[in-house]
Nanobody
Framework: QLVESGGGLVQAGGSLRLSCAVS????????MSWFRQVPGKEREFVAT????????YYADSVKGRFTISRDNAKNTISLQMNNLKPDDTAVYYC?????????????????WGQGTQVTVSS
């Protein structure tokens, strides 16, 4: 089970930190990622990470502003979002993949959280 938290309303230029609590999965052996989705559009890859904090990749649109991290002892992953822009407004989802290989495709992930809304006002 994946449970996201930390979403909310923030002004452009502000920051938010999203968290994803992982239970019932062996998070140490999986690839964990963040995706986001706006109504009428496909779910979009944001960032990904594996155990030990290696193999980190970001979407070009968030590179330099967002930071993904994981705490294996607490079974959580986080997404620190700085310098937020109105285009970052979306529902953000935590996802887990049994295969440790890199994937930016939402259909290649096996487990999903319920999502948390992030709204950035201009």
């Amino acid at each position: 089970q994946l449970v996201e938290s930390g979403g909310g309303l923030v002004q452009a230029g502000g920051s938010l930190r999203l968290s994803c609590a992982v239970s019932g999965l062996s998070s140490n052996s999986r690839r964990m990622s963040w995706f986001r989705q706006v109504p009428g559009k496909e779910r979009e890859f944001v960032a990904t990470i594996i155990a030990g904090g290696a193999s980190i990749y970001y979407a070009d649109s968030v590179k330099g502003r967002f930071t993904i991290s994981r705490d294996n002892a607490k079974n959580t992953i986080s997404l620190q979002m700085n310098n937020l822009k109105p285009d970052d407004t979306a529902v953000y989802y935590c996802a887990a993949r049994r295969d440790i290989g890199i994937s930016r495709r939402s259909d290649e992930y096996d487990y999903w959280g319920q999502g948390t809304q992030v709204t950035v006002s201009s």
